[in-house]
């Protein structure tokens, strides 16, 4: 009686070994077959934010109907391998590729979709597993504060002699007749550089945006620093303010940002809208806000203007506002540069010449234009 006692415990010893090995397996076929639907999750998304994104580029470039159902197609289906989708007008939800599009439009959104056969999980009796993927892409309300240098050396560039080697053979001020005297030996160059070239390259910034959408204002600095136009979706009045812009004076950085940003969370910036400052320099701050803040006359070097500076990025960032920064010409300081853009979440460029700045603004719309938004 003992013995059998022993064979049954031993049986069903085996029963539950032979359970739990069933159980470990089907745990082992699943996450095999479910581990493939992310994966097939994660590429449905990325098919449906490419498509919104190529539509939405489309969209905002005047593309027609049929080009922006072609492009949300080949981005979907040809490059991220979609097996159906649907792509719509927002808002309203208008279907892309009815051959119209809507004149309130705004973005695009699209859902991706595909079905793949189980490998396993077919014992369980599911044989196929959907993946979907949603994304809109398009444009969101833009609040935009350029901020442009008119300090004094915003005019050295009319001087062939760059950088301006300064007394005794080339006598300051940078003027026309120091800069052609027979000692500095110079030509002068009209309308005066960069300034003409910065206020044609922001005026070409302001006509790039939809004033349905977007409002743009100006701040600028020399020795202080001033609010030259509220926000507004009136560019005229946007661009008729940069026309004004005089070059004279030191560097006071910091105010030009703080301005802006004192603007952009004013009763004038909207609550649904991304916040940008297109901060502008060529040279270095010298000036501030706060005593301490400055150094006497305009030096090339001023560590507590370079403070205060990051401390005004500090605090952009702080109330959600992203700051591309533009270095232009062999003073600009770009280590300073690189940090505004890094504490906001923006970039820093580099301008070689006031003729590069056209090129440089085209590129920080390319980028804040267009963007996911679902």
């Not at 990025?313 to 992203?322: D, E, G, K, L």
Request: with cysteine.
């Amino acid at each position: 009686m003992k013995v059998q006692h022993n064979r049954r415990e031993a049986g069903q010893s085996l029963i539950l070994v032979a359970l739990g090995l069933l159980a470990l397996l089907s745990m082992l076929v699943l996450a095999i077959d479910f581990g493939l639907a992310y994966s097939e999750r994660r590429r449905m998304q990325n098919a449906a934010d490419a498509g919104a994104l190529a539509g939405a580029w489309l969209l905002a470039n005047g593309g027609t109907d049929a080009e922006i159902a072609a492009a949300v197609r080949e981005y979907t289906v040809n490059q991220n391998g979609a097996l159906t989708y649907e792509a719509r007008y927002l808002p309203g939800n208008q279907a892309v590729g009815g051959g119209s599009v809507p004149s309130t439009a705004s973005g695009i959104q699209v859902t991706a979709r595909t079905t793949f056969p189980t490998i396993f999980a077919g014992v369980l009796g599911i044989n196929s597993i959907s993946a979907v993927g949603v994304a809109g892409g398009g444009f969101s309300p833009l609040d935009i504060m350029l901020v442009m240098d008119r300090s004094g050396s915003m005019d050295d560039d009319s001087c062939s002699r760059k950088p301006y080697p300064g007394p005794p053979s080339c006598p300051f001020p940078i003027n026309q007749a120091n800069c052609t005297s027979p000692s500095c030996g110079g030509t002068w160059f009209l309308p005066p550089q960069p300034i003409t070239d910065a206020k044609e390259a922001a005026k070409a910034f302001v006509d790039m945006n939809n004033p349905n959408l977007t409002r743009i204002g100006l701040a600028s600095y020399a020795d202080n620093y001033t609010l030259n136009q509220q926000l507004t979706s009136n560019f005229a009045a946007v661009r008729s303010s940069i026309d004004g812009l005089v070059a004279d004076g030191c560097t006071n950085a910091p105010g030009g940002i703080a301005t802006a940003r004192n603007e952009l969370t004013g009763p004038r910036g909207r609550a649904d809208a991304l916040r940008f400052i297109v901060f502008l320099t060529d040279g270095l701050p010298n000036q501030g806000i706060l005593p301490g803040d400055s150094c006497s006359g305009c030096p090339d070097y001023c560590l507590a203007a370079k403070n205060a500076t990051r401390r005004e990025a500090t605090n952009a960032a702080n109330n959600r506002i992203v700051i591309y920064a533009i270095g232009l010409g062999e003073k600009a300081d770009m280590a300073l540069m690189q940090d505004i853009a890094n504490i906001t979440g923006g970039e820093a460029f580099y301008a070689p010449t006031s003729a590069d700045l056209l090129d440089i603004y085209q590129a920080i719309f390319e980028r804040i234009r267009l963007r996911l938004i679902q």
